[in-house]
């Protein structure tokens, strides 16, 4: 199968052209064998591929101007690349929210799940109905029972101890017990979350609002961005951590990078 570890991350950039400055000497750093971005907030023909290509990166994407947009950067050969929803109801917006491959054998999904607006607001019912849409994708097209990673902005903190202040936001979009019971359901089908499998203590965060002054050094933030695995790689999960450095850089996104490194399964 190839190499023995496998490396991925996610990040949502916020404007990725906005963060090359960020993204680009992270992966020169860190040198994961896969980061699954959102919110790139860039149209297809105006995305910054070569600056991956430079630092020895593949890269796909799906995007839009000025808002959403999903891409997945690769060390290695990136097969069967896909935007959006193989379903009737797929739109334009879903192509630049959903992005999938194979990447050394590994069926990869990057999502950047619609956040929802407000709870009496028609996109909060898409956002219930987005994680509808994906557990119907994963049953069409792949089985509990091999490997395949989850990845991206989800936009559901799943736990109390995933927010800073858990009683007050009961009733926000992206941790309304609807939303969160959307996303177990998806996570029933077969996904195990990897952070919080090694990670179990409260207060680690991977966003963090930019309204709110030191909300870094304040430990005021969400855990809304995941790395979801079935059984078979997640078993295998050697680590997984939050690096709070590019929140603090110059001009930085709202969130941060989570990384999580795996053995190969045999």
């Not at 407000?118 to 898409?126: E, T």
């Not at 992206?174 to 969160?180: I, L």
């Not at 991977?206 to 059984?231: C, E, L, Q, S």
Request: hydrophobic share 40%; net charge neutral.
């Amino acid at each position: 199968m190839g190499i023995s570890h496998f490396s991925i991350a996610t990040f949502n950039a916020n404007s990725l052209r906005a963060r090359l400055h960020i993204v680009i000497p992270w992966l020169e750093k860190n040198a994961v064998d896969v980061l699954c971005i959102q919110e790139t907030k860039v149209q297809d023909k105006d995305f910054p591929e070569e600056s991956f290509n430079k630092i020895g990166y593949n890269v796909i994407y799906g995007g839009q101007k000025s808002y959403n947009g999903v891409a997945i950067a690769s060390k290695y050969e990136i097969k069967g690349g896909i935007t959006g929803f193989d379903d009737p109801e797929n739109t334009p917006e879903d192509e630049a929210r959903l992005i999938r491959c194979r990447i050394q054998d590994i069926p990869v999904v990057n999502t950047y799940v619609p956040q929802g607006k407000a709870l009496d607001d028609v996109h909060f019912q898409i956002k219930l109905r987005w994680f509808k849409r994906l557990k119907d994708l994963f049953n069409r097209n792949y089985s509990p029972d091999r490997p395949l990673l989850w990845c991206g902005d989800l936009n559901v903190a799943p736990e109390p101890k995933d927010v800073y202040a858990p009683e007050q936001v009961v009733d926000h979009v992206c941790f309304h017990s609807d939303a969160r019971k959307a996303l177990e359901d998806v996570k029933a089908w077969g996904f195990i979350d990897v952070f919080r499998k090694l990670n179990p203590d409260p207060g680690q965060y991977t966003f963090y609002d930019y309204r709110i002054p030191n909300a870094v050094k304040r430990h005021m933030g969400w855990r809304v961005d995941h790395i979801f695995a079935t059984v078979a790689l997640a078993e295998q999960a050697l680590e997984a951590y939050i690096d709070l450095g590019p929140r603090l850089a110059e001009r930085p996104s709202d969130h941060t990078f989570l990384v999580t490194k795996f053995k190969r399964p045999e």
